[in-house]
């Protein structure tokens, strides 16, 4: 199998539109919130997350035993594969899509089938997922709106492809949910085999600490955590999410920000004449053309870093929104390499 090799190191200090991570930080009560609760013996033991799970599960409206707390989506995904996939197994992800579907699949030695979403506009397959169910298909992973296309399903969409997959597991990836305001979260209350994974690497600021959840009817969460390690959420993770949660009127502002700065980079692309994909999340994907190395390798060297996609969508690069004044900093340097 290929590796996954994101470009992860020597980003500090400069200007980071290329993970479409919060710009700024998590809230600063956050940050109070651990000093307060940490001293040396609270890091000489185990970590325990009765406190997290009730408060997250209070948060998400649903019981504790509907909640898998995970080390990022990336155990989440990691977890259902390790539950649900077997070697050989039929698993269907889409392309372009957040790697990792495929990654743990592969390590699980499944048989990955990968969809295209539409090549115009990028729009959500849904005839063709529809109809590339098959009886013994275990697992179909799906992000919604989805990284790095922009583009998203509506609920009643994938309410179709669970129930024409009633031997999959289906995971609707939430990692953007709080820029599209598009929750499928009721779908647990009717459907077995769906799952929903949330994280608080993007909007709320807290990536480096890697948490998130997995939240689907109980009989499947008591499933997952038999195939999960009992510590893989460290400690100040399972503390600070307690404080991020409390903190709405943070995440509603930065969200509030990044709207605006995404019509700020609509009207910038557009006066340079740039195509783009209209995005449900906090990033652009643009149309460099057969430039897009080179636009990307320019802006490093202006100190903003942006991701190529060209790798998969030829000519693609992806831009995080960040604040107004970053995306007018972008866009000032795009315009001058342009
Ligand atoms: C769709 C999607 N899911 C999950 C993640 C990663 O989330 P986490 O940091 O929670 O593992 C990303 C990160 O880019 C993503 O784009």
């Known amino acids: 199998m290929a590796p996954y090799k994101p470009p992860a190191e020597g980003r500090a200090g400069k200007l980071r539109l290329d993970f479409n991570e919060n710009t700024v930080g998590c809230s600063s009560k956050v940050l109070a919130y651990l000093k307060a609760h940490l001293e040396r013996e609270t890091l000489a033991v185990y970590p325990e997350y009765s406190a997290t799970r009730a408060a997250l599960a209070k948060f998400f409206d649903l019981d504790e035993s509907q909640l898998v707390v995970t080390n990022g989506t990336d155990e989440a995904i990691q977890v259902l594969v390790n539950t649900y996939v077997d070697d050989g197994d039929d698993v269907i992800v889409l392309h372009p899509s957040y790697a990792m579907y ?157 709207m605006l700065a995404r019509d700020l980079v609509y009207d910038g692309l557009r006066r340079l004449g740039i195509p783009f994909y209209p995005s449900m999340a906090n990033f652009v994907l643009f149309r460099a053309g057969d430039r897009a190395i ?26 995080t929104i960040g604040r107004q004044d970053q995306m007018r900093q972008f866009l000032e340097a795009l315009g001058r390499i342009w």
């Open 294 to 319: 080179e636009i990307r390798d320019k802006l490093r060297d202006e100190g903003i870093l942006v991701r190529d996609r060209s790798y998969e969508l030829p000519g693609c690069v992806r831009v």
């Open 102 to 258: 495929r990654f743990y699949s592969e390590v699980a030695g499944a048989s990955v089938r990968e969809l295209s979403y539409r090549p115009d506009d990028l729009a959500f397959p849904l005839e063709e997922l529809l109809d590339a169910i098959r009886p013994g298909t275990r697992a179909i992973f799906l992000a919604n709106p989805n990284n790095p296309t922009g583009t998203g399903a509506d609920v009643d969409s994938l309410r179709r492809i669970i129930e024409r997959a009633p031997s999959a597991a289906v995971l609707i990836d939430e990692a953007y949910y709080e820029f599209s305001g598009v929750t499928a979260i009721d779908t647990i209350r009717e459907y077995p085999n769906v799952f929903i994974s949330r994280t608080f690497s993007k909007v709320y600021g807290m990536a480096a600490m890697r948490i998130g959840c997995l939240l689907t009817r109980a009989g499947n969460a008591a499933y997952l955590r038999k195939g999960q390690s009992p510590y893989s959420v460290n400690l100040l993770g399972a503390i600070a999410v307690r404080a991020a949660i409390e903190d709405s009127h943070y995440v509603m502002s930065y969200v509030a920000e990044v």
